[in-house]
C-alpha cells in the first residue's frame, strides 16, 4: 500500500481514483490494517482473519467499482506515465475487454478460497483472566 506514493498516492477507491493526501491517508490506514492482519496472522487470532477476509472483500469491491466508472487507461495517465508509454498500452493492454474481469475475478476467487481454507488454523482465544 505504500509504494502508491511512487505513483502519487492514487488508489482506486469506490468509483474514483484518489490521489495526494487523501491516497495517501487512506494508503496509511489499509497498511496499518495490513499490519494487524500480519500480526493476528502470525498469532494465528480469528480476528485478524476475519479482518483479512473483509479487506480483501471490501478491496475487491472497490476495484470492481472503480474500474466499471473509470478506465483503466485513465488511471495511467494520472500516473504520469509518459505518452509514449500511454500509447503502447492502448494499443496492448485490452482496457475494456470482457476477459478483464477473469484477470481480476480469478486471483480473487484464490485468495477468498485460501483465506476459507485457512479458517480452521485460526482459534478465538479466551479472554486472560487478570490476575491480583
Do not use: H
Given at each position: 500500500?505504500?509504494?502508491?506514493?511512487?505513483?502519487?498516492?492514487?488508489?482506486?477507491?469506490?468509483?474514483?481514483?484518489?490521489s495526494?493526501?487523501?491516497?495517501?491517508?487512506?494508503?496509511?490506514?489499509?497498511?496499518?490494517?495490513?499490519?494487524?492482519?500480519?500480526?493476528?496472522?502470525?498469532?494465528?487470532?480469528?480476528?485478524?482473519?476475519?479482518?483479512?477476509?473483509?479487506?480483501?472483500?471490501?478491496?475487491?469491491?472497490?476495484?470492481?467499482?472503480?474500474?466499471?466508472?473509470?478506465?483503466?487507461?485513465?488511471f495511467?495517465?494520472?500516473?504520469?506515465?509518459?505518452?509514449q508509454?500511454?500509447?503502447?498500452?492502448?494499443?496492448?493492454?485490452?482496457?475494456?475487454?470482457?476477459?478483464?474481469?477473469?484477470?481480476?475475478?480469478?486471483?480473487?476467487?484464490?485468495?477468498?478460497?485460501?483465506?476459507?481454507?485457512?479458517?480452521?488454523?485460526?482459534?478465538?482465544?479466551?479472554?486472560?483472566?487478570?490476575?491480583?
Amino acid at each position: 500500500m505504500l509504494l502508491a506514493g511512487l505513483c502519487g498516492w492514487l488508489i482506486p477507491f469506490f468509483g474514483s481514483i484518489l490521489s495526494g493526501m487523501t491516497g495517501a491517508l487512506v494508503s496509511l490506514v489499509a497498511a496499518l490494517l495490513y499490519l494487524y492482519v500480519v500480526w493476528g496472522t502470525y498469532k494465528l487470532n480469528i480476528r485478524a482473519w476475519w479482518c483479512s477476509l473483509l479487506l480483501t472483500i471490501v478491496w475487491a469491491l472497490s476495484v470492481v467499482i472503480t474500474f466499471s466508472r473509470v478506465s483503466i487507461s485513465d488511471f495511467y495517465e494520472k500516473m504520469k506515465l509518459p505518452e509514449q508509454q500511454l500509447e503502447m498500452m492502448r494499443n496492448y493492454v485490452i482496457p475494456q475487454s470482457p476477459i478483464m474481469p477473469l484477470f481480476f475475478g480469478i486471483p480473487f476467487l484464490g485468495l477468498l478460497g485460501y483465506l476459507l481454507y485457512t479458517k480452521r488454523y485460526f482459534v478465538n482465544f479466551p479472554e486472560q483472566e487478570k490476575v491480583t
